[in-house]
């Protein structure tokens, strides 16, 4: 789908050859180890603890910022890796229920590694979003990130039983493919590109009051007095770790 959209673009340009390296390392980063930790991690916890736990991903690179970019260390900042931090801990350390899986601590560290693996994707893929269109950039990145994951998928794919898809099924297989992962990551690449990894980051929180809808709608999940706790602890330290001060805000809308 990336490289159907690209066939129309104006923009033909190739990419450098000093830029491939890192190319194919948001590959495996921000496509093939996101995504494989992602879906088997939900396949073994539940829908919201995934969910709260991916409100890490701003707080994850915050703490890669001031490693990397070596940005400016703000008691704010601090104070919001902690509460970040303790809510995780809170969340991972809750009691298992008749709702949760069996195996949903694994599950939980996978969304946190998965987490991990997308933070050092937000930030390593800035460079080259400065150097290329958002399209141009996605594009190379699943494309590298599709070859990683062809060898482990391949025997999975072959076991699929097509025949069993019903028409709902099919749909939900096609929102999926076209809005969770084609649109999301084409909007995520250009928001990078105009607002910066951390302010696009943090915009994650949408899909917690989302995800927490549904879950509980549909899907008969728990929202215990724990769980709403953890939340907005997590809440609040994405919040305190994506503020900025008013002169620093108006700097960066001019530059805008």
């Known amino acids: 789908m990336f490289w159907t959209l690209w066939s129309f673009s104006k923009n033909k340009e190739t990419i450098r050859k000093q830029d491939i390296g890192r190319f194919i390392l948001c590959g495996l980063l921000g496509v093939a180890l996101n995504q494989m930790l992602f879906i088997k991690g939900l396949t073994m916890t539940t829908a919201i603890h995934a969910s709260l736990l991916m409100l890490c991903s701003p707080i994850l690179i915050t703490i890669l910022a001031f490693w990397i970019l070596k940005d400016k260390v703000t008691v704010a900042k601090i104070t919001g890796l902690a509460l970040g931090i303790l809510g995780s801990v809170l969340l991972l350390a809750g009691k298992q229920n008749a709702s949760q899986p069996k195996d949903y601590l694994a599950g939980d560290m996978m969304i946190l590694l998965n987490g991990i693996s997308y933070a050092f994707y937000f930030v390593l893929v800035r460079p080259l979003m400065e150097r290329y269109t958002p399209l141009q950039v996605i594009r190379w990145v699943f494309t590298f990130g599709f070859v990683m994951m062809l060898p482990i998928g391949w025997?999975?794919?072959?076991?699929?039983?097509?025949?069993?898809?019903?028409?709902?099924?099919?749909?939900?297989?096609?929102?999926?493919?076209?809005?969770?992962?084609?649109?999301?990551?084409?909007?995520?690449?250009?928001?990078?590109?105009?607002?910066?990894?951390?302010?696009?980051?943090?915009y994650i929180y949408v899909q917690l009051v989302f995800a927490v809808l549904i879950a509980v709608l549909f899907f008969n999940e728990q929202l215990s007095f724990q769980k709403i706790i953890a939340g907005m602890m997590i809440l609040g330290g994405v919040a305190l770790v994506s503020s900025k001060k008013k002169n620093q805000v108006k700097v960066n809308d001019d530059i805008l």
Do not use: K
């Not at 025997?155 to 699929?160: L, V």
């Not at 709902?168 to 990894?197: H, K, M, Q």
């Open 155 to 202: 025997m999975q794919f072959g076991e699929i039983q097509w025949q069993q898809f019903t028409v709902s099924t099919t749909a939900v297989l096609f929102f999926v493919v076209i809005a969770g992962t084609f649109l999301a990551y084409l909007f995520n690449a250009y928001g990078i590109r105009v607002l910066g990894p951390g302010v696009t980051s943090a």
